[in-house]
T-cell receptor, first 115, second 112 residues
């Protein structure tokens, strides 16, 4: 069975500093990995995904994520945080065709960027 | 613009009443999902559907029902059997497995 762990409920960072939101996964075979962001009282918005290829993927709003197969991780990063980045972030995994197509989400990490 | 629409945004009901949440998409996606979100608990899957006239229970289906009579529509009924229905409900759709889910903006249901 596939699973996703986001070990931090909350991440605090000062504006202008780099940020990292952690995600580890467990899946049979090669994973399809996704990051989403949720603002208050809104649905989730897609940020970026890793399917295959380059381990560093770039997404919306200056975010990027690094796929590390040996550590089964897919951490979300941004070089310089903005106050407007404050939101809830979700990591998700799907198995490739042949496996379960139902995505599994982590519990979410609340990112707070302080001015 | 293509997207997924949930209505209403806020819904208030008395205990013991059934209530139906609407979800419509014009993305031509085959798969649709219903999630429940409670503070600190992430997203929990209620029901999902891969094709019209077929749907499957998710992790927390008890007290809920769905239908999928049209590709575009996947309404969720919260029945009186659901013991703690007050929550934020999210509908989503997707195409291929390497594609992300598209989410609606949710319905916040309050039952008193």
């Amino acid at each position: 069975a596939q699973s996703v762990a986001q070990p931090e409920d909350q991440v605090n960072v000062a504006e202008g500093n780099p940020l990292t939101v952690k995600c580890t996964y467990s899946v049979s075979g090669n994973p399809y990995l996704f990051w989403y962001v949720q603002y208050p009282n809104r649905g989730l918005q897609f940020l970026l995904k890793y399917i295959t290829g380059d381990n560093l993927v770039k997404g919306s709003y200056g975010f990027e994520a690094e796929f590390n197969k040996s550590q089964t991780s897919f951490h979300l990063k941004k070089p310089s945080a903005l106050v407007s980045d404050s939101a809830l972030y979700f990591c998700a995994v799907r198995e490739p065709p042949g496996g379960s197509y139902i995505p599994t989400f982590g519990r979410g990490t609340s990112l707070i960027v302080h001015p | 613009d293509g997207g997924i629409t949930q209505s209403p945004k806020y819904l208030f009901r008395k205990e013991g009443q059934n209530v139906t949440l609407s979800c419509e998409q014009n993305l031509n996606h085959d798969a649709m999902y219903w999630y429940r979100q409670d503070p600190g608990q992430g997203l929990r899957l209620i029901y999902y559907s891969q094709i019209v006239n077929d749907f499957q229970k998710g992790d927390i289906a008890e007290g809920y029902s769905v239908s999928r009579e049209k590709k575009e529509s996947f309404p969720l009924t919260v029945t009186s059997a659901q013991k703690n229905p007050t929550a934020f409900y999210l509908c989503a759709s997707s195409g291929r497995s390497d594609s992300p889910l598209h989410f609606g903006n949710g319905t916040r249901l309050t039952v008193t």
